[in-house]
C-alpha cells in the first residue's frame, strides 16, 4: 500500500513539475493570469456600478490577451483533433475561444460599469474552467471528477 502511494505522490509531483510542463499546463498558467487580471478588474467595476463603462482600449494588455487567448484555443482544440483526443474536449476549447471573444465584445459595449463587473466576473470563471481542463491536454488524464462546461453538445458514441 506504501508503494502505490509513493508511486501517486511521484507521478503527481512529476507531472507538476516546470520541466514537464506541456502546451496544456502553459495555457493553464496564461489563463490563470488572465483571470487574476479580470477577477481584479471585476472588484474596481463593482465600486463604480453606476458609471459609465469604460470600453477596453486596443493597446489594453488584456484586450491583446483575451485575442491571444482565443487563438490559442482554437490552437489547443486542433491540436487535440490532430491527436485523436476526445471529441468533448476538442469542443470545450472551440467553446472557450468564442467564449472570450464573445466577452471581449461585450465589455465594449456595456454601458455600465455594473454590466462590466458581470462580464469580468464571468471572464474569471471561464479562465478558472481553462486552466483546470488544460493540463489534461498534456496526458491522459480521466476528466470523469471535473466539471466541464457545457460549451458543446453531448456527443454520442466518441
Known amino acids: 500500500m506504501k ?6 505522490l511521484a507521478a503527481s509531483t512529476l507531472a507538476s513539475s516546470p520541466a514537464q ?5 502553459e495555457f493553464a498558467a496564461f489563463a490563470e493570469a ?7 478588474r471585476a472588484r474596481e467595476a463593482a465600486q463604480r456600478p453606476a458609471a459609465p463603462a469604460r470600453p477596453l482600449d486596443i ?7 483575451l485575442e491571444q487567448f482565443s487563438l490559442e484555443a482554437l490552437l489547443m482544440s486542433r491540436r487535440i483533433d490532430e491527436a485523436g483526443g476526445p471529441l468533448d474536449l476538442r469542443c470545450i ?11 471581449l ?8 460599469a455594473a454590466e462590466q463587473a458581470h462580464i469580468y466576473t464571468d471572464l474569471a470563471d471561464l479562465m478558472a474552467d481553462a486552466s483546470e481542463i488544460a493540463p489534461a491536454v498534456d496526458s491522459d488524464a480521466d476528466l470523469d471528477n471535473i466539471n466541464l462546461p457545457a460549451s458543446c453538445p453531448a456527443v454520442s458514441g466518441g
Open 3 to 8: 508503494s502505490v502511494l509513493f508511486a501517486v
Open 21 to 25: 510542463a506541456g502546451p496544456g499546463s
Open 34 to 40: 488572465i483571470g487574476e487580471t479580470a477577477r481584479a
Open 59 to 65: 493597446e489594453d494588455p488584456l484586450s491583446f490577451e
Open 93 to 103: 476549447f472551440r467553446g472557450m475561444s468564442a467564449d472570450a471573444s464573445a466577452r
Open 105 to 112: 465584445d461585450a465589455l465594449n459595449a456595456a454601458e455600465t
